[in-house]
């Protein structure tokens, strides 16, 4: 099955710098990657998702670049406010199955 | 609102007891997932239902089962409880059809006492 890594597992930075979050995965079939964000005690939210046929994507502050014939890909986040702190989680997936990177606590210093 | 209703939001209940968790998967959705969080752990894959079939599984110890209904909403069974299974258990759904992203419920928050 698919197995994601995500580093680093926590991550610093001050109001204003940039953060970016790697992810690998294993399985050549996995084509859409989505990212996740979850504050303390809520539910996963999808804040971006990259397909297979893409090679980058962004939205305003947020862009995630993907490298298929490397199996990475990657979240940066740019301007870093305080309200991005929280949990990011990268995924993997196939239309069968959908596979969670354990997660990066980014925490944002005012 | 995501549209995964999860009930119940809140449960407190002893060590040896058995309760059950329910979801209904947003309208459309035919998969089920359900996910285990502990405290600052991160999403943990129990189990997998579509259109009423287990589809897979995860890292689900025996004394945790589901199911899924006709009406495809979904229920997750644990019994025997202990104080390691104090967790946060989010349901998610997803159309099989074309590939996209979960969308989770807001979570079961479980403790076992």
């Known amino acids: 099955g698919e197995n994601v890594e995500q580093h680093p597992s926590t991550l610093s930075v001050q109001e204003g710098d940039s953060a970016v979050i790697k992810c690998t995965y294993s399985d050549s079939a996995s084509n859409y990657f989505p990212w996740y964000k979850q504050e303390l005690g809520k539910r996963p939210q999808l804040i971006i998702d990259?397909?297979?046929?893409?090679g980058e994507k962004k939205d305003q502050r947020i862009a995630v670049t993907l490298n298929k014939t490397a199996k990475h890909f990657s979240l940066h986040i740019t301007e870093t406010q305080p309200e991005d702190s929280a949990v990011y989680f990268c995924a993997a997936s196939t239309v069968n199955d959908m596979r969670f990177g354990a997660g990066t606590r980014l925490t944002v210093k005012p | 609102d995501s549209g995964v209703t999860q009930t119940p939001k809140h449960l407190i209940t002893a060590t040896g007891q058995r309760v059950t968790l329910r979801c209904s998967p947003r309208?459309?959705?035919?998969?089920v997932y359900w996910y285990q969080q502990s405290l600052d752990q991160g999403l943990q894959f129990l189990i997998q239902?579509?259109?009423?079939?287990?589809?897979a599984k995860g890292n689900i110890l025996e004394r945790f089962s589901a199911q899924q209904f006709p009406d495809l909403h979904s229920e997750l069974n644990l019994s025997s409880l202990e104080l390691g299974d104090s967790a946060l258990y989010f349901c998610?759904?997803?159309?099989?059809?074309?590939?996209?992203?979960?969308?989770f419920g807001s979570g079961t928050r479980l403790t076992v006492v």
């Open positions: 239902y579509y259109n009423g079939e287990e589809r």
């Open positions: 998610a759904s997803r159309r099989l059809d074309s590939n996209y992203g979960y969308t």
């Open positions: 990259i397909r297979s046929n893409v």
């Open positions: 309208s459309g959705d035919l998969s």
